[in-house]
């Protein structure tokens, strides 16, 4: 059973625009929310999160959106660079248990910025 | 900056053998963690620890053990390597609540 889902495996923007980029949550303990970039044969890196208190994180040209009642989490990047060209994984934790935080994460969609 | 390192960038071991992969983290985090990378399925959780000698089973641990036995390292063992482990490893720390930081990864090939 997935509990975080990227449901485009692929994403192709022009260089300028905006790149959105959506996750859908299933598990509602889940109340942390994180982005990931990975280039290949690198290991991810992370971007940028959200706590399930907010609804909006703003970081620069990115900025990720939590609709909670919806399950949805969006990534907006703008304006789209030829650098943005990566995989981003959607990650989510429920941070309530004590111990450590294991993330669970989506399978990852692939952003192309065309030029 | 957070560092973490992993002992391999590629490795390739044969069908059988044991497997040791390394990880250390500079930024005395008290969470460490092992995921393997494969396309089409995503990041899954193999195994966890937060706290020295102290470890949790993730979400995919069958065929795999863990060692912490400083804060700094932990170290992932296949214990008889089969090929369906051939995979990208990737290594995560990080401060209880917040957001992991993952090393450059092992590409492991079984044969």
């Known amino acids: 059973d997935q509990q975080v889902k990227q449901n485009s495996p692929s994403l192709s923007v022009q260089e300028g625009r905006i790149s959105i980029l959506n996750c859908d949550y299933t598990?509602?303990?889940?109340?942390?929310f994180l982005w990931y970039k990975k280039y290949p044969a690198e290991g991810p890196t992370f971007l940028i999160s959200?706590?399930?208190?907010?609804d909006k994180n703003e970081d620069g040209r990115f900025t990720v959106f939590l609709n909670k009642s919806a399950k949805h989490l969006s990534l907006h990047i703008v304006p789209s660079q030829p650098g943005d060209s990566a995989v981003y994984f959607c990650?989510?934790?429920?941070?309530?248990?004590?111990?450590?935080?294991?993330?669970?994460f989506g399978k990852g969609t692939h952003l192309i910025i065309q030029p | 900056d957070v560092k973490v390192t992993q002992s391999s960038r590629y490795l390739v071991k044969r069908t059988g053998e044991k497997v040791f992969l390394e990880c250390v983290q500079d930024m005395d985090h008290e969470n460490m963690f092992w995921y393997r990378q494969d396309p089409g399925l995503g990041l899954r959780l193999i195994y966890f620890s937060y706290d020295v000698k102290m470890k949790e089973k993730g979400d995919i641990p069958e065929g795999y053990s863990v060692s912490r036995e400083k804060k700094e390292r932990f170290s992932l063992i296949l214990e008889s390597a089969s090929t369906n482990q051939t995979s990208m490893y990737l290594c995560a720390s990080s401060l209880k609540g917040y957001e992991q930081y993952f090393g450059p990864g092992t590409r492991l090939t079984v044969t």
């Open positions: 598990n509602s303990m889940f109340d942390y």
């Open positions: 990650a989510a934790s429920d941070r309530s248990g004590g111990g450590a935080d294991g993330l669970t």
């Open positions: 959200i706590s399930s208190i907010k």
